[in-house]
C-alpha cells in the first residue's frame, strides 16, 4: 500500500512475516487472471489509503451550530465487550466536539436489526444514516430509492464530500462496485484493499494433532478425510470436523468441486450450485462423514457456545472461523495449555488444479458493510459532510486506532497500537480498541486501514492462515455490488424465499440418511418445477449489466 514518504522507511522496517505477507496478497492477486481490477498491481491508479491521499484533518467544526443525526447500526460485539453505544467510544466522542455534530446511535437487539428496520421504515421514522443490508428491503437498494427510504448521493457528495470525492476519482476502480448500473452512488461503503483485510475467515486445524500422528495441513479432499479419519481412529470421543448452525462453514467444502452454495459464475456464466451434477458427490462427501463420524453430528443445531466448548474441551479437531473472533480468541483463551496450536488450512483443491474461496467480500475492495442516507433525513448535507472527515487523515486514523497518546502512537509515521490495546489484562486486543475506536467492528464506511490488521493478528499462526485463505482464486463469486432491478429483486425474493428453505432441508435429509440418494435426481428436477432457472436468468442479466459498467 501506498504512503506518504515519511512512512516508507517504516514499512521496510515490518515483521518478516508480515512483509512476507505483503508480497503474497500482490503475487496473488497478479496471477489471479481474472481478478477485480485493484487486485492487480499496475492497474489504474496505485490503491493507496484515502489517510494518505486526503487533506490532514477538514475544517472544524462543520455546521454554524451543533445538531444531532440519527445513526441506525448493529451494535458489534467487538465494542459491546466495553461499551453500550457507539455513541460511548471516544473517537465519536472526539468527532462530536470538532465537527459541531452529535450522533445517536440506534442499536436493535441482536438479531432483530431486519425486523426493527422494517418496523422504522413502516412507520415512516428513519434514522438518518442507515448502517443495513440493501437485501433487507424487499426490492434492494434501486427499491430503495425509488420509494424514497434512501437517497442518491453523487450531487450531495460533489458538493459535500471532497476527500471522499477524491479517492473515487483517483480509484476509478473501485467505482464500479459501488455505484448502480445507472451509476448512482448509494452508500459509503467499506473498503478492504489489501488481502489482508479480505481474507478474514477460513478452515482451521489442530496443529498439535497433526504434529502428533505425522500428518501435514491438507489441501485435497482425499487428504482432508485422511487427517478426520485418523483423527476419529485415535481418538473414538472426537469430534474431527465441528460447526455451529448459525454459520454453515461445511459448505466451504464444495470448493473441491469448483462451485459453491446457490449463485456463482464461471467465466461471466451464472450457475447454482444446488443445480449442477457435482453437487450430489459434495452431499454423498458429507453423507460419508456423517456416517462414519467424522463430521460432528450436531453439526447443523450447535450454537457457537457449543461449538466453542468442542474446541476448547479438546474434542473438536478441526472447524472454519474468523481470523481473530475465532482464531485469535481461541489462541486467547486457550494460552494456559501449551500444547494447544491451531493451524489455518486453504480450501481444498478443485479438479483442475485451483483453489477457491467462496465468499463475495474476497473479490473486490469496496464490501456489502455500508451506511446510506436516508429519505426521511433533513440534513443530509451535514450528513454527507460528517461521513466525509473519515476520508481525511485525521479521521481515518481516529476512526481506525482510536485516540493519538491514549490507543496508538505514531512511530515514525506508524499508527502503533499502544500498550494499553495491546497488553490490556482482561480485554483481547480488539475489545481493548473498541474503548477508542470502532476499529474493525461493523458498522463502518471507510477504509480499513492493513496497518491495523497487522497488529490486531497478535499471532503468528494468524498471519500464516491468512496467507493460506488469501491465495485463494475468488472467482466464481458474484460482485457484492451486483444489482438486480427492483422488478427482478422482488421476483427473485419470491422465487428464492421458497427454495432456500427447501434446499437447507433436504441437504440435511440426504446427510442424515432420511432421504436415500436414489432420490437426488428427483429433489433437482424439483428445483427447476420452482423455477430456479428463472432464478439464475435474473441473476445473469444483472451480472451482464455490471459487467457493462465504466
Not at 441482536?110 to 415512516?124: C, D, I, R, Y
Not at 421514522?125 to 427499491?143: C, E, F, H, R, T
Not at 479517492?167 to 476502480?173: G, L, V
Request: hydrophobic letters at 35%; aromatic letters at 10%; a neutral charge.
Amino acid at each position: 500500500m501506498k504512503r506518504r514518504k515519511n512512512e516508507m522507511p517504516t514499512r521496510r522496517k515490518l515483521k518478516p512475516a508480515v512483509m512476507a505477507l505483503m508480497a503474497l496478497s500482490l503475487v496473488a492477486a497478479a496471477c489471479s487472471s481474472k481478478g477485480t481490477e485493484q487486485d492487480e498491481p499496475g492497474k489504474g491508479s496505485d490503491p493507496a489509503s484515502p489517510a494518505a491521499q486526503a487533506s490532514a484533518k477538514p475544517k472544524m467544526p462543520l455546521v454554524d451550530k451543533p445538531i444531532e443525526l440519527t445513526f441506525f447500526s448493529q451494535l458489534d460485539p467487538k465494542i459491546s465487550a466495553t461499551k453500550k453505544n457507539y455513541g460511548d467510544v471516544e473517537a465519536f466522542g472526539i468527532l462530536e466536539k470538532e465537527s459541531g455534530i452529535k450522533v445517536k446511535f440506534l442499536h436493535p437487539p441482536a438479531g432483530s436489526e431486519k425486523e426493527q428496520f422494517n418496523l422504522m421504515v413502516s412507520s415512516n421514522d428513519l434514522a438518518d444514516i442507515l448502517a443495513v443490508p440493501p437485501s433487507y428491503y424487499n426490492g434492494g437498494a434501486q427499491k430503495m430509492l425509488s420509494d424514497g427510504v434512501i437517497i442518491r448521493l453523487n450531487e450531495l457528495i460533489d458538493k459535500n464530500a471532497p476527500n471522499f470525492k477524491k479517492f473515487i476519482d483517483e480509484h476509478p476502480q473501485f467505482k464500479k462496485d459501488m455505484v448502480l448500473d445507472d451509476g448512482t452512488i448509494y452508500a459509503f461503503p467499506t473498503f478492504k484493499i489489501e488481502k489482508i483485510n479480505r481474507f478474514t475467515d477460513g478452515f482451521q486445524i489442530r496443529k498439535d494433532w497433526l504434529d502428533k500422528y505425522g500428518l501435514s495441513v491438507p489441501t485435497t479432499m482425499d487428504e482432508w478425510y485422511k487427517i478426520l479419519k485418523t483423527f476419529k481412529e485415535k481418538d473414538p470421543e472426537s469430534v474431527p470436523f465441528s460447526a455451529a448452525s448459525s454459520n454453515p462453514t461445511w459448505r466451504d467444502f464444495m470448493s473441491a468441486w469448483a462451485m459453491k452454495w446457490d449463485f456463482y459464475q464461471v467465466g461471466g456464466k451464472v450457475k447454482f450450485g444446488q443445480s449442477q451434477p457435482e453437487f450430489k458427490e459434495y452431499v454423498t462427501t458429507m453423507k460419508k462423514w456423517y456416517d462414519e463420524g467424522l463430521l460432528d453430528p450436531e453439526f447443523a443445531t450447535n450454537d457457537t457456545k457449543k461449538l466453542d466448548n468442542r474446541i476448547t474441551g479438546g474434542k473438536a479437531g478441526s472447524w472454519n472461523a474468523q481470523l481473530n473472533g475465532g482464531m485469535g480468541r481461541l489462541l486467547d483463551l486457550m494460552k494456559g495449555d501449551p500444547n494447544f496450536k491451531i493451524v489455518g488450512a486453504p480450501n481444498p483443491q478443485a479438479k483442475d488444479g485451483k483453489t477457491y474461496n467462496l465468499k463475495s467480500g474476497t473479490l473486490s475492495a469496496p464490501q456489502s458493510e455500508l451506511a446510506m442516507v436516508s429519505g426521511s433525513s433533513k440534513k443530509a448535507a451535514e450528513v454527507v459532510k460528517w461521513m466525509d472527515v473519515a476520508y481525511s487523515e485525521w479521521g481515518h486514523n481516529l476512526l481506525n486506532f482510536g485516540i493519538e497518546g491514549k490507543s496508538y502512537n505514531m512511530v515514525n509515521g506508524y499508527p502503533k497500537l499502544s500498550d494499553a490495546v495491546m497488553k490490556d489484562p482482561k480485554l483481547s486486543v480488539v475489545n481493548a480498541l473498541g474503548q477508542y475506536s470502532i476499529g474493525n467492528a461493523c458498522c463502518r464506511f471507510w477504509e480499513e486501514d492493513s496497518r491495523l490488521a497487522e497488529q490486531v493478528a497478535t499471532y503468528p499462526a494468524q498471519l500464516e492462515a491468512n496467507k493460506a485463505w488469501a491465495s485463494a482464486d475468488s472467482s466464481l463469486n458474484l460482485p457484492i455490488s451486483m444489482t438486480p432491478t427492483a422488478e427482478e429483486s422482488q421476483k427473485l425474493a419470491s422465487i428464492m424465499a421458497d427454495i432456500d428453505t427447501y434446499n437447507s432441508e433436504m441437504f440435511l435429509r440426504f446427510v442424515y440418511g432420511k432421504e436415500p440418494l436414489s432420490n437426488f435426481d428427483a429433489y433437482q428436477q424439483r428445483l427447476k418445477q420452482m423455477n430456479i432457472e428463472e432464478a439464475v436468468k435474473i441473476q445473469q442479466a444483472a451480472l451482464d449489466r455490471y459487467n457493462k459498467r465504466q
